[in-house]
């Protein structure tokens, strides 16, 4: 199912990156990983690191890959304490308006969406396990020439089945709010 959704989101993406001039950026960041909902219960707050490759196709498009970790720990009082690898990897697309301003600098708000894997790895003696995850976003970029600095706030669902991974499975939801920049490569 997930070569499908990839073979087909790479087919309907290609008339337009074809089109147009393909402009490719890099973008570390750096932020906070907060779980809300029941996941508040299971996992305390975390950093949250990583880098997304993105390419813009067309004047109001990107498409994004990322990855990102965080390492929060458990709740005590559920697991008797412990700590957990949270690896994310996803792609998707985010849609964007340029607002210029003095002296080559430019505002780009945008909203987006994307679909990955979420892997939890607890760090004690539980396997680790992988399961699909979406979010959405929005945020805002300050850029000045080809440098930009990224504000963004994401918003992700995931399946999840407790820290042993024996519990019944059931969506969670975190934020990932983080700061970062972007590298425009042309």
């Known amino acids: 199912m997930r070569a499908i959704l990839l073979v087909l989101a790479v087919s309907l993406s290609m008339p337009m990156v074809t089109q147009a001039q393909v402009k490719p950026e890099i973008r570390p960041f750096v932020g906070a990983f907060i779980p809300t909902g029941n996941?508040?219960?299971?996992?305390?707050d975390a950093l949250f690191t990583g880098?997304?490759?993105?390419?813009?196709?067309?004047?109001?498009?990107?498409?994004?890959?990322?990855?990102?970790?965080?390492?929060?720990?458990?709740?005590?009082?559920?697991?008797?304490?412990?700590?957990?690898h949270i690896y994310q990897s996803d792609v998707g697309a985010e849609l964007f308006r340029v607002v210029t301003l003095k002296n080559d600098r430019s505002v780009r708000p945008f909203l987006g969406a994307g679909l990955g894997v979420r892997t939890y790895d607890p760090t004690a003696t539980w396997e680790s396990r992988s399961y699909p995850a979406g979010y959405g976003t929005v945020g805002a970029e300050l850029q000045f020439n080809r440098v930009?600095?990224?504000?963004?706030?994401?918003?992700?669902?995931?399946?999840f089945k407790g820290v042993a991974g024996n519990e019944e499975a059931s969506t969670r939801n975190e934020l990932a709010l983080s700061v970062g920049l972007a590298y425009h490569l042309r």
Do not use: N, S
Request: charge should be negative; charged fraction near 25%; proline fraction near 2%.
């Open 39 to 44: 996941q508040r219960d299971v996992l305390d």
């Open 51 to 84: 880098a997304q490759l993105a390419v813009e196709v067309a004047d109001v498009l990107h498409l994004v890959g990322t990855f990102a970790f965080a390492g929060p720990d458990f709740k005590k009082e559920l697991t008797g304490g412990g700590h957990m």
């Open 148 to 159: 930009a600095v990224r504000f963004e706030a994401r918003d992700y669902l995931t399946r």
